[in-house]
């Protein structure tokens, strides 16, 4: 019995020896792991959500978060958050904002897809996929990274406007850097992109560039507008075939 005892107290003493930074951090690794989601759960309109942690198909199968029926809401990726999907890293409808600090990613149909979207693109941050944005009408202020995977298109959208100091880069056979009905780029000091067009616009194109915008293919053009385009270059417009060409032309 004494040896029983002896052996019992010394378990005992063994199960109360934890440290105390252990019992401390626990809670707190339970919090992060908690927290790797974007609240509030959508389906959700005129609100505010918050992504943080990895964020990977909260929406279920195709979809890192969001549906097409998510109106006129405020979206932020927080920095080291990354929300994908296997098809789209966020869906949303029109009306909607988003501030990305993060990663974005739909490598089987686009990062961002959305109606009607205003996009701040901070610098370190990206958004990728299939495409790496598709909307009806895009607003975008980039610092960071837009691009599309082996195919497709950084951006396809209706009606463009956006000023960039980042990358804006689609990287296929036939990518597009923008490809758009309308374009406006009001200010280019970084770098837009395609294999088969820098920019396609198969409508009106204006552009203030101080930067590069450039098509690396052998058959490449580096702005392409079937209407007017109306350019203000100071950087540089390069690619093997044609730097741009256009309905009527101004430089």
Known sequence: ???????????????????????????????????????????????????????????????????????????????????????????????GTLTNL???DGPNGAGLTAGDVTVSNASGATISGFNGITASTLNLDNAGAIASGLQGHAIDATAVTVSSSGTIIGIGANSIGINATTVNVTANTGTIAGVRFGVSVTADAAMANAGGVKATGANGVGITADGNASIDNRGTISALASGASATFLIL
């Open 1 to 95: 019995m004494k040896m029983k005892r002896k052996l019992l107290a010394t378990v005992n003493r063994g199960l109360l020896r934890v440290p105390v930074s252990a019992v401390l951090l626990a809670p707190l690794l339970v919090a992060n792991r908690a927290e790797a989601a974007c609240t509030p759960v959508a389906p959700v309109s005129n609100a505010t959500i918050v992504c943080s942690g990895n964020v990977d198909t909260q929406q279920g199968g195709v979809t890192g978060y969001g549906t097409f029926n998510d109106n006129n809401n405020s979206y932020r990726v927080e920095a080291g958050a990354q929300v994908d999907g296997t098809s789209f890293g966020i869906r949303t409808g029109s009306g």
């Open 102 to 104: 993060g990663i974005i």
